[in-house]
T-cell receptor, first 109, second 117 residues
Framework: DAKTTQPPSMDCAEGRAANLPCNHS???????VYWYRQIHSQGPQYIIH???NNETNEMASLIITEDRKSSTLILPHATLRDTAVYYC??????????FGKGTKLTVNP | GAVVSQHPSRVICKSGTSVKIECRSL??????MFWYRQFPKQSLMLMAT?????????EQGVEKDKFLINHASLTLSTLTVTSAHPEDSSFYIC?????????????FGPGTRLTVL
């Protein structure tokens, strides 16, 4: 079973920041938080991952709370092409990615 | 990022036939590849873990004799759906891990849409 809880859906206006929350209250010390997204009928795309420090790359920022029980993925300027299902996944060293139901983000014009 | 390809992208077959799906890591070597299945409006479900040169490890409830996995080289894994039936119609997605580190990134293929008539 997935170890994360995400809202089933969210809406965001084009050009605005999209903030996608994820709860992972049972995360253990050696587990990372990964974010992937899946655009309709395509394979998942890696976005970002982190352990405890905030991370930023060209796609997004990942903010992890100090207690590591939750995190937020931030898309700073959402575009229509960011419409997708976003998956927050907690993963340790076993290398298996277990997908939950994710959050369906709809970016509206 | 690294590129993973799948072939074919979509396939339609008759009930009772076997279908082979290829997964290739194009610009890196993958000691571990994974096969997922996704039904409409559902999340990805891990089917099996494929390790180069050894037998695949199947998740609980996945029939290993029906879904044959071969990982003959560091850049190729194949999934064969044997005696396919309409209920096997699904979106099959593979992924590959670059390198041997436990926290290395996992890259996904574009998926293969299988329709069994």
């Amino acid at each position: 079973d997935a170890k994360t809880t995400q809202p089933p859906s969210m809406d965001c206006a084009e050009g605005r920041a999209a903030n996608l929350p994820c709860n992972h209250s049972t995360i253990s010390g050696n587990e990372y938080v990964y974010w992937y997204r899946q655009i309709h009928s395509q394979g998942p795309q890696y976005i970002i991952h982190g352990l405890k420090n905030n991370e930023t790359n060209e796609m997004a920022s990942l903010i992890i709370t100090e207690d590591r029980k939750s995190s937020t993925l931030i898309l700073p300027h959402a575009t229509l092409r960011d419409t997708a299902v976003y998956y927050c996944i907690v993963k340790g060293g076993s290398e298996k990615l277990v997908f939950g139901k994710g959050t369906k983000l709809t970016v509206n014009p | 990022g690294a590129v993973v390809s799948q072939h074919p992208s979509r396939v339609i077959c008759k009930s009772g036939t076997s279908v082979k799906i290829e997964c290739r890591s194009l610009d890196f070597q993958a000691t571990t590849m994974f096969w997922y299945r996704q039904f409409p409006k559902q999340s990805l479900m891990l089917m099996a873990t494929s390790n180069e040169g050894s037998k695949a490890t199947y998740e609980q409830g996945v029939e290993k004799d029906k879904f044959l996995i071969n990982h003959a080289s560091l850049t190729l894994s194949t999934l064969t759906v044997t005696s396919a039936h309409p209920e096997d119609s699904s979106f099959y997605i593979c992924s590959a891990v670059e390198g041997r580190g436990a926290y290395n990134e996992q890259f996904f293929g574009p998926g293969t849409r299988l329709t069994v008539l």
